[in-house]
């Protein structure tokens, strides 16, 4: 079980793009940590370009949520 609010990393940005043979390949670069809702099912705006200030921001809205001990269960995508 976890709490409502977690932290996961940011969906990459690519940058640049090149074909080599049959394949294409992407250059990615990362942006940081959103914080997840794990109630609502979605990411939540904005993105923190560290994990500490993801974790800190995380930390506030689970004890500001209704119900702070409230757990949801794991989701496995398998």
């Given at each position: 079980?976890?709490?409502?609010?977690?932290?996961?990393?940011?969906v990459?940005?690519?940058t640049?793009?090149?074909?080599?043979?049959?394949?294409?390949?992407a250059?990615?670069?990362?942006?940081?940590?959103?914080?997840?809702?794990n109630?609502?099912?979605?990411?939540?705006?904005?993105?923190?370009?560290?994990?500490?200030l993801?974790?800190?921001?995380?930390?506030?809205?689970?004890?500001?949520?209704?119900?702070?001990?409230?757990?949801?269960?794991?989701?496995?995508?398998?």
């Open positions: 079980m976890q709490p409502r609010f977690v932290i996961v990393p940011a990459p940005i690519a640049e793009s090149f074909h080599s043979g049959g394949r294409y390949y250059n990615t670069l990362s942006s940081g940590f959103d914080v997840y809702d109630q609502e099912k979605m990411r939540l705006k904005p993105s923190y370009a560290n994990k500490g993801a974790g800190a921001a995380c930390a506030k809205m689970n004890m500001e949520s209704r119900n702070p001990t409230e757990l949801f269960p794991v989701l496995r995508s398998e």
